[in-house]
């Protein structure tokens, strides 16, 4: 990174922050998943304007949803929220408008709306464990209807909306679809499916509370995730990362400010250094999830722009699926089928 326009950019980062924002330095409260922000760049803001970073992670999207809508949101500053989700805590009124950047390219321009800014996007796949498993891992359907050497050695990620994605792509159905049909066929392979499953916990938390586990092999996980694994499990390549065949299914996070936020100015400002081109690039050289800003590219790893499982050539894009918003009726479906799975499966 070229030190005189990080040396720049951080005076008139400086400059910009009003005295209301500096004067108060008691800790800004960042609520988002593990490990998906930098060390350095938390380091960087607390550095430049003395206001802590507390940390508050989630791992299930319900749960994260749930604290939104509560009294216990005006303890949070800032939050990751994913594209299919913004909208729908927006209409709510769970959201504090965020100031756009207007004229600035980037990546799935409409993903956030009003009330959200681009933070990271990627992509929703399976990893595998390159020691257990020598066959190649290139559908949704290895997942799914999985070999019988994976018994036992599966994980899936139990929440509604990535459960019935991942079946509903393996069985090539649109992953908003409103069929009873489509639906009850997805119910069915994810029956059939758990049979095979260890575990319905997110596998990085699952990893990240046993990094001596050598239960799961195989499993549904968000493009970056391999890295942490790796680093839990001591391995450079333990963990690989696969693009179903099916075609790419993309996710966009954004950050937002709750409406119940004390501090909305310090949030702000928080959110805008996050969204700098090098703040952003050093994000994605750190946790291996792709910007969603072109500016930030020449700020980026040349290794991480070649990998085409972060950066997607043309031709992956043109085929690759956004997450979707769901509406009130299609997320009750989903949540009933994911609770009789769940039921089905603990019975089982």
Not at 217 to 228: H, R, T, V
Request: aromatic share 10%; with cysteine.
């Amino acid at each position: 990174m070229p030190q005189k326009t990080m040396a720049y950019s951080a005076v008139l980062f400086s400059a910009m922050l009003s005295a209301s924002v500096q004067a108060d330095n008691s800790p800004l409260t960042l609520f988002t998943w593990e490990d998906f922000v930098g060390e350095s760049v938390i380091e960087e803001w607390e550095k430049q304007t003395g206001i802590p970073i507390h940390l508050v992670l989630y791992d299930d999207e319900a749960q994260r949803n749930l604290i939104l809508s509560g009294h216990n949101a005006e303890n949070i500053d800032v939050v990751v929220v994913d594209n299919s989700t913004i909208r729908v805590m927006s209409q709510a009124g769970h959201l504090y408008p965020v100031e756009q950047e207007v004229r600035r390219e980037k990546l799935w321009p409409e993903a956030c709306g009003r009330y959200g800014r681009h933070y990271l996007w990627g992509t929703y796949g399976i990893v595998y464990r390159s020691d257990k498993i020598d066959r190649q891992v290139s559908s949704w359907m290895d997942l799914l209807d999985p070999v019988e050497e994976l018994r036992g050695h599966v994980g899936m990620l139990g929440q509604a909306d990535e459960l019935l994605t991942t079946a509903l792509a393996a069985l090539g159905y649109p992953i908003d679809t409103h069929s009873e049909t489509h639906l009850k066929e997805a119910f069915q392979l994810l029956k059939h499916q758990s049979h095979f499953v260890e575990t319905y916990d997110y596998i990085y938390s699952y990893v990240s509370n046993s990094p001596d586990q050598e239960d799961i092999w195989i499993a549904p996980a968000y493009s970056g995730d391999q890295e942490g694994l790796n680093e839990l499990q001591g391995g450079d390549a333990l963990w690989q990362y696969t693009i179903a065949d099916e075609g790419a299914i993309v996710w966009v996070d954004c950050l937002a400010i709750p409406m119940e936020s004390k501090r909305k100015e310090e949030a702000q400002a928080f959110i805008n250094f996050l969204s700098r081109a090098e703040i952003s690039a050093r994000n994605t050289d750190r946790l291996w999830v792709a910007s969603p800003y072109k500016d930030a590219i020449p700020y980026i790893d040349s290794e991480i722009l070649n990998d085409t499982s972060i950066y997607l050539d043309a031709e992956a894009i043109q085929n690759s699926t956004l997450f979707k918003e769901l509406k009130g009726v299609d997320i009750l479906k989903r949540t009933r089928i994911k609770d009789a799975l769940i039921r089905y499966y603990d019975s089982n």
